[in-house]
């Protein structure tokens, strides 16, 4: 990238500050804009896998992340009752996918990645507006945002603006958009002193729920039920949780003991069923949920948001941080590895959604039968469900940052902090 590459991101959330991170690891003079007036994220806790991780080592941060593990020993698929179908060892699951799973607050997560950019580069209360996706390769021709403050002019926007993408939809107007995937989902983010208890998720009929530890001592607990978009319980949502999920096995009856309502999060999932045509146009790029939102069942939708993020700034190993090609001109490049990979990875989401939130009295039966037939036959079965998923290598990255889990690209990150912040106004 030529040192003067001026990138704009659309999006805060976590594929926007990755992507940034990483575009200016690769010299760029990137700017974030966040219609939010702060970074502080809404949702609980998020769980990022090796895949994530080792993309994260590209920009120097996977090590850092790694070390909030706090899932050890036992876990696992429970019935309703506490019945075991199947056990997961953390080490095993370690030794599989290189490196652990991590669950953490997903405001540390924000946290860490703006810490790798300069004071400056994120601008908050500025709703952004795609106005020109530009033309790669024709200076004459840069990508226009509109902004409370004026258009702005990059030679790359990466569009990181969620779900409900605005830029999706100037781009590719004749897509159908997301669709309802069938359940919601509630989380909380609590602490539980006195409950001792393994990692479970536990399936029920139509209904999950799954319990496990923060490193800083925190619980988070989440569950899903069918139900139609824009159901709400109609006195609080912790009133609901009991009534759905009240008699299941312990922690459960706990954590709602311990849970008041207005710690409890609701959200319908809605996913993106039909594939954009591309992930990018002109000298626009779109990451994360802008690109590809898939139902939460395989915790994935945040670790491919980072994948894209990391790809997008370093397609080929061994790319150095001054490699000189525009990222714009790699843009066909990065649809084509990630279209494929991330609709592949949602296809997933949405078949184990199907298995995991099957409704009625035999489908639960005959599957929970299965799978503990199944899981004592083969003790891996639970783990292999993540087999080409968690044990995903970015494409390349800087000082043989090829990711091995080791770490190597520290140095790079303690250049994060030396350019200022002058250097992020397009
Ligand atoms: C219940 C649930 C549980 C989940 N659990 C996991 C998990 O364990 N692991 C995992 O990997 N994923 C999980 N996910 C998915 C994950 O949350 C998302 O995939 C991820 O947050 C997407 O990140 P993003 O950066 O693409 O979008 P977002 O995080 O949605 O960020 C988009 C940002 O863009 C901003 N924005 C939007 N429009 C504009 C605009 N016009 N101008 C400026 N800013 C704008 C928004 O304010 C927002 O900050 C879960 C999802 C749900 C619903």
């Not at 159908?176 to 989380?187: A, E, I, K, N």
């Not at 790319?319 to 790699?330: F, I, Q, T």
Request: aromatic residues 4%; hydrophobic residues 40%; proline residues 9%.
């Amino acid at each position: 990238m030529a040192a003067a590459e001026r990138a704009i991101v659309i999006g805060g959330g976590i594929g926007g500050l990755t992507a940034a991170a990483a575009l200016r690891l690769r010299g760029a003079r990137v700017t974030v804009l966040e219609r939010a007036p702060s970074l502080e994220p809404v949702g609980a806790a998020i769980s990022l896998s090796p895949n994530a991780l080792r993309a994260l080592d590209v920009i120097g941060l996977g090590d850092d992340i790694r070390a909030l593990s706090a899932w050890q020993g036992d876990g696992g698929l429970r019935t309703p009752s506490g019945r075991w179908l199947a056990r997961a060892e953390a080490a095993a699951a370690a030794e599989r996918f290189g490196g652990p799973l991590v669950l953490l607050h997903r405001a540390t997560l924000v946290d860490r990645l703006a810490g790798l950019l300069p004071s400056g580069a994120v601008r908050t209360g500025t709703p952004a507006r795609l106005t020109d996706p530009g033309v790669p390769g024709d200076r004459r021709r840069p990508a226009r945002v509109e902004t409370p403050d004026g258009e702005l002019e990059a030679d790359l926007v990466v569009a990181a603006d969620g779900i409900r993408s605005a830029v999706r939809g100037a781009l590719f107007p004749g897509h159908p958009g997301t669709v309802h995937s069938g359940f919601t989902t509630w989380r909380v983010v609590i602490p539980l002193p006195g409950v001792a208890f393994c990692s479970h998720e536990t399936w029920g009929r139509g209904r999950i729920w799954g319990t496990h530890p923060l490193k800083d001592g925190r619980v988070y607990a989440y569950a899903a039920a069918v139900a139609p978009a824009g159901e709400r319980a109609p006195d609080d949502e912790r009133a609901e949780l009991l009534r759905r999920y009240g008699d299941w096995h312990s922690p459960v009856p706990e954590v709602l003991a311990a849970v008041r309502p207005e710690d409890v999060l609701r959200h319908d999932v809605h996913h993106i069923a039909e594939p954009l045509p591309a992930f990018h146009r002109g000298r626009v790029a779109l990451v994360g949920d802008a690109a590809h939102a898939m139902p939460p069942t395989l915790g994935q939708g945040g670790n491919q948001a980072v994948e894209d993020a990391i790809t997008l700034a370093f397609p080929r190993p061994g790319m150095p941080p001054s490699a000189v090609e525009p990222v714009a001109d790699g843009l066909p490049g990065y649809t084509a590895v990630r279209l494929p990979r991330t609709m592949a990875v949602s296809r997933r989401a949405v078949r184990v959604a199907r298995l995991n939130l099957m409704t009625g009295r035999v489908g639960p039966a005959v599957r929970d039968t299965a799978l503990a037939a199944l899981s004592k036959a083969a003790p891996s079965l639970f783990l292999r469900g993540f087999d080409g998923v968690a044990d995903w290598r970015p494409p390349g990255g800087p000082s043989g940052a090829d990711g091995d889990g080791s770490g190597a690209p520290r140095m790079l990150a303690a250049d994060h902090g030396r350019r200022g912040p002058e250097e992020n106004t397009p």
